[in-house]
């Protein structure tokens, strides 16, 4: 059973706290990705990764930061938190070299609010 | 420009009706998947369905079947007999391809269908 596992549930951090979000796979996935999810706006890429310390800008980066040291594990870092950056995040993992029709697979999701 | 579109914000249906929520596509790339995926209020998104740009039949899965019309570039998923447990958010996803590795699912912007006993 694929397992995508986000560290927190629910995260409540104060304007300019650098924050991390901790997403961890154990299905040896090589891609993972970062969304934001927002009402009336859907899901938007923030930056994924192919690879071992390998990131790639996704559609909305600003504010963002991610590091992926291993295979298993992609976090996302707001150096300097913001109340625009208050949504749900949700990180994803899929394998690489697959059919087109590999899903993505989804943690539970983090809902962060910054005040 | 958007890439997936969902022009209906919210859907009501009746328990044991059929309902069809709408997806259109933009891409130029003739190799291209399309994905629905569900997230009920726990937050989780689960994996309905998959459409290929070249698969020559409409895809099903159970209760769920898509309705791709290539030449509109509709990728339409319809769910029959519904139930209350269908009641959730909806999201049509799209693969454009091929390329090395997996490029990202770019996702609309979803579809809230409440089902009423």
């Known amino acids: 059973d694929v397992k995508v596992t986000q560290s927190s549930r629910y995260l409540v951090k104060r304007t300019g706290e650098k924050v991390f979000l901790e997403c961890v796979q154990d299905?040896?996935?090589?891609?993972m990705f970062w969304y934001r999810q927002d009402p009336g706006l859907g899901l938007r890429l923030i930056y994924f990764?192919?690879?071992?310390?390998?990131?790639e800008k996704g559609d909305i980066p600003e504010g963002y930061s991610v590091s992926r040291e291993k295979k298993e594990r992609f976090s996302l870092i707001l150096e300097s938190a913001s109340t625009n950056q208050t949504s749900m995040y949700l990180c994803?993992?899929?394998?690489?070299?697959?059919?087109?029709?590999?899903?993505?697979?989804f943690g539970q999701g983090t809902r962060l609010t910054v005040v | 420009a958007q890439k997936i579109t969902q022009t209906q914000p919210g859907m009501f249906v009746q328990e044991k009706e059929a309902v069809t929520l709408d997806c259109t596509y933009d891409?130029?790339?003739?190799?291209?998947?399309l994905f629905w995926y569900k997230q009920p209020s726990s937050g989780e998104m689960i994996f309905l369905i998959y459409?290929?740009?070249?698969?020559?039949q409409n895809a099903t899965e159970g209760r769920y079947s898509l309705n791709f019309q290539k030449a509109r570039k509709s990728a339409n998923l319809v769910i029959s007999a519904s139930q209350l447990g269908d009641s959730a958010m909806y999201f049509c996803a799209m693969r454009e391809g091929p390329r090395v590795g997996n490029t990202p699912l770019v996702f609309g912007k979803g579809t809230r269908l409440s089902v009423i006993a």
């Open positions: 990764s192919y690879d071992v310390k390998m990131k």
């Open positions: 299905m040896d996935h090589e891609n």
């Open positions: 891409t130029s790339d003739p190799s291209y998947g």
């Open positions: 994803a993992s899929s394998s690489k070299g697959q059919p087109m029709n590999t899903e993505a697979f």
């Open positions: 459409q290929g740009s070249y698969d020559q």
